[in-house]
Structure formats: structure tokens, C-alpha cells
């Protein structure tokens, strides 16, 4: 028997396996196929304060081993979420939720975190903070230590909860922003979020997404999620969750050996609904191939001997 | 949604980019026309989601464009391939609605596809609409003898007038009296021209995206509609005119 629970910051899941936000919407459409409850937890699609529309058709390409996505943080609003959406989440799903808070100031960050103090199912607050900062000239506030380090430092006041700041890889040194992260007390961080990129219609001429760019997801990624992830374990001792390209049982044991303590599955979940149950049933087999039987031992352990 | 192998039984070319596919597996999940299913293919990191052309209980009948590799690579597997796919996805046309109207099918190109499966279900319960197809040319046009044996009122619009009428379906459209209500399928500016005939009163406009789940996960192929964003995979692709905003 394999113990496959994993603490996130005092937060216990019963696996390390973690639907990504924004591949998962509010869970409604996965639990008409399987039960939530297998899951460790799942990290709801990014909720800011205002409803959102989200960038312009198209908003998805192709690439190598990938995709791209330019949804543009379309959601209804954390209102409308913490009012529709909270009371079905929790009956599909009893286990701790990761609810994912965007912001465009650190005042909607702040308001955001509040908001869901008193949302028992909201277990853990994963604080996206790959969006433009309006004050700043549009700058993402991760990719700046000083702008990440405010964000932290707005929602560590205002929520007893544990606060995992979600990181941006289109950075030159991302464990500078974890330490920054760290230093104003997040109690977790989780990366990566998506890499920027681009395609272009040969037809057309012109970037095949409306919005020119997108972030890029997929098994394509999971060299550089693995390698952010080394980086950011030996500069932090806080908690990670590591995202990026899982795709089976094997690269999440990858991804626990760099150093996550749990893992995020996004893109995986879209092309085959099914990739987060078949993961889970295939961790204990994993484990037993590499001689653990508590897979809390994977974590950092590519780091020793 | 289910997701299950088909099997390839066979491919035809219909003209210089258009194929018809036929699949043996279950088709359970597929309970309307203008619904559609999500094919993997190997190597290709996100599926391809085309339109159910027709229907038995252990026969899918795709038609096929080559818009790019993955479409190229599909409609040339052999016969016997496996596919994984998942199917029933989207809401699909609503006949009922149509009942006692003067109604009127309208596809253009490969948007034509989903009205077979339409005019079979229409026809089984009692209704007789009336069909308008539109195609660039009389070398690009197929399936026109399909629907000719079923003895609707047809016509057909090309843009070089090869058959048909010359010009758009929109110009066929025109010559219906008042108050049409359409089921229309085909490519964006051919919907929203129909969807601005001041003689079309109503009906469904299915319309297509660029997706990567097809199951509403994403939320990648969200249009605006009147009720806010809604997704092209799981709230349509069909949708009803007034809901539909450009």
C-alpha cells in the first residue's frame, strides 16, 4: 500500500494530483464524466473582481507537442463565483480547493483574497500574478521580485489562509522572485504559468491569435517546468507545486523528484479528459517502481546523493 | 460525451479538398444533428473537432476539409485505423423548433455536413424544408445528388455561377417570401449575412472556433451572445438568432 497524501503548507491531499487552473473551469464539466473526489484538490479557473470577457476569436493554436492559449482571464467575477459557483463546487467535490485570484492592482488582489476568507471549500488562495499591472504600464507584476513581493505582502495581510503565489517563467531568474515571494511570507509558490509565444498563418500572413501571443502549455513546457522547479526548491524551503506538461504518472514523479510537493495538470486534462484519473491510478504502480511507499518522498529528492 | 475508439471503414475524396469519412464504433452519445466529434491524431498535440455528418448506431459519416497537416493526414489513414474520439459534443440543431415554420436549410461549403443528418431527422419526422447549399464552384461543389433524391425544394448558389445561381446563398435566400426561419451552418461572414436578411425572422446558426478541449473546459472558443460569452463547444455550436451578436 502506497501513501500517496502530500501537505501543502498544513493543507493535507489525499494525492498530489491537481487539475491546473483554467483547464478545469469550476469542475462542472469534469464531474459529468468521473468524481472529483478521486482528485487531491483542483485549482479553479483565475477569478478577478470584475467579470471578464476575455480576449477576441481566435484564442487557440496549435504547436509542437503544445498549445497555445490566449483566453484573456475570461471569468464571471468573484462575486458571481464565490454566489453560482462555490455552492455546486461544494457538492461535487469535498476535498480542500485551490482558488486561483487574479488582479490588475494590488488592491483587486487584496479585495479578492478577502472575499474568500469565509469560502470554507477555498482551502488554499494560488494568487496568479502573471497579470499587467495597470499602475505600472501594463508590466506583469511576476516578473518584477519588487511588484511580486507587493502582491504577496497585500494578500498575506488580509487572509489567514495559506497563500501560494503562482509564478511566470518569462523571467530571467525566477528563483529571485520566489525568494521575493518567500521573504513577504507566501506560503507556498506554484509554477510554472504559461511560456509566451507565438504562431503565424502562412495563409494569412498575420499571428494566428487575436491577441497576437499567448502562453504556451503542454508536454512542450515540461523541460522547463522541471528545471524552474529545481531552481526554485534549492533557493526556497517553502512548498511547491510544480506545473508544466504532466501528462502522466511517471512525469508528476518527475516533477515531485525536482522538488514539488504536489503536482498541477493543465493541458493534458483538455485533449484527454480522462489524464488526471489515469495519473492517479497509475501513481501507486510509479511509486513502487522507484521504492517509495509514501510518494512524499519524491519531493527534492533528484537533489541529494 | 464518450470517449471510444472508431474504427476507419472507408474514405472517399469528393472534390479537391473534401473527404467523406465513414467510422465504425459506438455512437450512443451522438443524440442530434449539427453535433460534433473530437478526433485524436498521432503526433498532433490537440484534436481535430468535426461535424457529425450522419449517423447510425455503429456509423459515424464525417465530411472532411484538408485545412492544414492534421486534416491532410486524417482523411489519408487506411482503412481499419483506430481513432480515439470523443463524441457527442455540443448542443446540436433543435428541429423541433422549426415545426410549422418556413423553414429553410442553409449551408455553405463544408458547413453543409451537419444538414444531412438534419434533413434525414426532419424528413423522418414529417417536416419539408427547403434547402439552399452555396459552393465557390461547380468543381468544389458535393453531396448534391445526396440531397436531390430526397426530393426538397433545392437550389444552389456558386460564386462563379458554374451551377446554379451566381453569387451567395444570401442571394438565393432573398427570393424567399417573409419570414424564413433557417438552419444554417457554414463560414462566419456567410452566417452573419444570413443572420442580416431582413426576410429571416428566425432559426440556428451553428458556428465553429478554433477549440482545444470541445468539452467547455477551456473556454478557448468563447463568442460573445446576447446572455454574455458563451462557449462554441458546449453551449453551442449551435445557437439561436437572437442570442447571436457580431
Known amino acids: 500500500m502506497v501513501d500517496l497524501s502530500v501537505n501543502l503548507a498544513g493543507v493535507t491531499l489525499k494525492n498530489p494530483i491537481i487539475p491546473a487552473s483554467g483547464a478545469f473551469g469550476y469542475g462542472r464539466e469534469f464531474a459529468e464524466i468521473y468524481d472529483l473526489n478521486i482528485l487531491g484538490s483542483f485549482s479553479w479557473k483565475g477569478t478577478t473582481a470584475a467579470p471578464r470577457s476575455g480576449n477576441p476569436q481566435p484564442r487557440i493554436a496549435e504547436t509542437p507537442g503544445g498549445m497555445l492559449n490566449a483566453v484573456g482571464l475570461q471569468n464571471p467575477g468573484m462575486d458571481a463565483v464565490i454566489r453560482e459557483e462555490v455552492p455546486g463546487i461544494a457538492k461535487l467535490f469535498h476535498g480542500p480547493v485551490i482558488a486561483n485570484v487574479g488582479g490588475f492592482t494590488l488592491e483587486e488582489y487584496a479585495e479578492n483574497c478577502r472575499k474568500l476568507e469565509d469560502v470554507e471549500q477555498a482551502a488554499i488562495l494560488e494568487v496568479n500574478i502573471s497579470c499587467p ?36 517563467p518569462n523571467v530571467t531568474d525566477i528563483a529571485e522572485i520566489a525568494r521575493a515571494c518567500e521573504a513577504e511570507g507566501a506560503d507556498g509558490l506554484c509554477l510554472i504559468n504559461t ?77 484527454d479528459p480522462y489524464a488526471c484519473k489515469t495519473i492517479i491510478e497509475d501513481l501507486p504502480g510509479v511509486c513502487k517502481r522507484l521504492g517509495v511507499t509514501k510518494i512524499s518522498e519524491l519531493t527534492g529528492g533528484a537533489h541529494h546523493g | ?109 463544408i458547413g453543409i455536413a451537419p444538414l444531412v443528418g438534419l434533413s434525414i431527422r426532419m424528413r423522418e419526422q414529417g417536416q419539408t424544408p427547403a434547402v439552399v447549399l452555396g459552393y465557390r464552384s461547380a468543381e468544389e ?97 449551435v445557437f439561436q438568432k437572437e442570442e447571436i451578436v457580431w
Open chain 1, 133 to 168: 499591472n495597470v499602475h505600472a504600464g501594463g508590466k506583469n507584476f511576476g516578473c518584477d521580485p519588487k511588484a511580486a513581493a507587493e502582491v504577496t505582502r497585500a494578500v498575506r495581510t488580509v487572509t489567514k489562509k495559506p497563500v501560494f503565489m503562482k509564478l511566470t
Open chain 1, 195 to 271: 511560456l509566451l509565444g507565438m504562431r503565424i498563418d502562412l495563409n494569412t500572413r498575420r499571428p494566428i491569435l487575436a491577441n497576437r501571443t499567448g502562453g504556451l502549455s503542454g508536454p512542450a513546457v515540461f523541460p522547463v517546468a522541471v528545471r524552474m522547479v529545481w531552481d526554485v526548491y534549492e533557493a526556497v524551503k517553502i512548498p511547491i507545486i510544480g506545473c508544466g506538461g504532466v501528462d502522466s504518472a511517471e512525469t508528476a514523479a518527475e516533477m515531485m523528484l525536482a522538488g514539488a510537493a504536489a503536482v498541477e495538470v493543465g493541458a493534458a486534462n483538455l485533449i
Open chain 2, 141 to 237: 461543389s458535393f453531396y448534391q445528388a445526396v440531397f436531390a433524391a430526397w426530393n426538397m425544394d433545392l437550389r444552389i448558389a456558386t460564386e462563379d455561377g458554374s451551377i446554379g445561381a451566381r453569387g451567395f446563398v444570401t442571394d438565393v435566400l432573398r427570393d424567399f417570401p417573409e419570414d424564413v426561419y433557417v438552419l444554417a451552418c457554414g463560414p462566419t461572414p456567410m452566417l452573419r449575412a444570413v443572420h442580416g436578411l431582413p426576410n429571416v425572422t428566425g432559426g440556428q446558426f451553428s458556428f465553429e472556433a478554433r477549440m482545444a478541449c470541445g468539452f467547455g473546459a477551456c473556454v478557448g472558443c468563447s463568442i460573445p451572445t446576447a446572455g454574455g460569452p458563451r462557449r462554441v463547444c458546449k453551449d453551442g455550436p
Open chain 2, 1 to 109: 460525451m464518450k470517449q471510444s475508439k472508431f474504427a476507419i471503414v472507408r474514405t472517399h475524396k469528393l472534390t479537391r479538398d473534401v473527404w467523406e469519412l465513414v467510422l465504425a464504433g459506438d455512437t450512443s452519445a451522438v443524440t442530434a444533428p449539427g453535433q460534433f466529434v473530437n478526433i485524436a491524431l498521432p503526433g498532433r498535440f490537440l484534436r481535430r473537432p468535426i461535424s457529425v455528418c450522419n449517423w447510425t448506431a455503429d456509423e459515424l459519416t464525417l465530411l472532411v476539409k484538408e485545412a492544414g497537416e492534421g486534416t491532410r493526414e486524417l482523411v489519408r489513414m487506411a482503412p481499419g485505423t483506430e481513432l480515439d474520439v470523443l463524441s457527442g459534443l455540443g448542443n446540436g440543431f433543435d428541429p423541433s423548433k422549426a415545426a410549422g415554420k418556413n423553414t429553410v436549410l442553409v449551408g455553405g461549403g
